[in-house]
């Protein structure tokens, strides 16, 4: 009752009361863990489950707790021992097998992490997301028909995912493929039509289609759901300049370029407000350094 009330402090108490009394009950370890880790004071959750594991080593239950502290700690490789017990314990559960091919996919061991996505496949072929995570490893492998491919059976089994949708978009523009990735941000657009990259990335993709007036009016809706985003007011700025409407092309640069200043920690912008890629903020890093500089000595300002 305390743990459901969020009182973990008193909950450790009264499994510390009951581990006295029951020392080979392995479950009173792992509630005790479990409190430590809302606590956030994970090594001593470790310790937890470490206890529960000794006491109780075929449980997966255990292993799946103190991967998740682990995963907290960003000790990925250790949390990827716990899940290969885990999958001996529990070989047709899929789940397993989906976060270790995301922590392969996260330290860049891109081979092992769609051998992992397949074993959930096989085990769980109707999800939806286990296709959108091998579609995000083929992405970074640069294999985007890949990528495509394994996008459209995510999207047939759930097409009301706007993040797929936006991941298509994405692999549809590495390929140059423009009209259709505006096809597949106009879908994620109507399921959530408050996500602000959505209009960018169209944007983005009518301004490469030269489709100046409409990448506009992607921008301005960008911008009025995150007006404090330099990524926007950058793109803007570019079809203001296209266009030749320098004064206000100026003016978006300058609101962007601001905006990247206030937001620099010790001298470098993360974009982590926004949570940009890492293409994101060298695209803001070019405009700005580029584009901005050359319309500055061209107005001779």
Known sequence: MLYILKKYLEAIECYDEAIKLNPKDANY???????FQNLERYLEAIECFDEAIKLNPNDVRFFKSKGDIL??????????????KAIKLDPNNASPYNNKGSLFYILGRYLEAIECFD?????YSNNARLYNNKGSVFYNMQRYLEAIECYDKAIKLNNNDAGTLNDKGHVLNKLGRYSEA?????KAIKINPNNARFYNRKGNNLYLLGRYQEAMQCFDEAIKLESNNPLHF???ARVFNI??????ALQDFNRAYNLKQEKQVSGVF???????????INFINDVLGRDRIELLQKMQI
């Open 270 to 280: 993360t974009g982590n407000e926004w949570n940009l890629s890492e293409e994101e």
């Open 119 to 123: 074993e959930a496949i096989k085990l």
């Open 243 to 248: 266009l030749r409407q320098e004064e206000a």
């Open 234 to 236: 950058c793109s803007r």
């Open 71 to 84: 995963h907290n700690l960003k000790r990925y490789i250790e949390e990827i021992e716990c899940l290969e």
């Open 29 to 35: 370890y792992n509630n005790k863990g479990n409190a």
């Open 182 to 186: 505006v096809e597949s941000y106009d």
